[in-house]
Nanobody, 124 residues
Framework: QVQLVESGGGLVQAGGSLRLSCATS????????MGWFRQAPGKEREFVAA????????YYADSVKGRFTISRDKAKNTVYLQMNSLKPDDTAVYYC?????????????????WGQGTQVTVSA
């Protein structure tokens, strides 16, 4: 059974940094695409960043490009999201997701497995 467990969220001041982790288990993720999404109160879930597990190709939402970096450590079966220069607008619950068959980087319905989420709060 595939499991995704996020950690690393918290409260940070604007301009600060956080690193989120997504620990994966249950199977090999070779061939998968791993994504980070976020959902702020009263808003729809939105794409943040994604990476292919095998080749490490990345894709970012325009709103985080240049500030966030997604990476994966195959040996640790973990995906990371390094978030720098955080803004209050980045406040949301952040979710890790896994897509078994590529359906498009940002297609929420294309992701088959989801973690429980981790809260990120950025104060002004």
């Amino acid at each position: 059974q595939v499991q995704l467990v996020e950690s690393g969220g918290g409260l940070v001041q604007a301009g600060g940094s956080l690193r989120l982790s997504c620990a994966t288990s249950g199977r090999t993720f070779s061939g998968y695409t791993m994504g980070w999404f976020r959902q702020a109160p009263g808003k729809e879930r939105e794409f943040v960043a994604a990476i292919t597990w095998s080749g490490g190709t990345t894709y970012y939402a325009d709103s985080v490009k240049g500030r966030f970096t997604i990476s994966r450590d195959k040996a640790k079966n973990t995906v990371y999201l390094q978030m720098n220069s955080l803004k209050p607008d980045d406040t949301a619950v952040y979710y890790c997701a896994a897509m078994t068959k590529f359906m498009g980087w940002t297609t929420i319905s294309g992701y088959d497995y989801w973690g429980q989420g981790t809260q990120v709060t950025v104060s002004a």
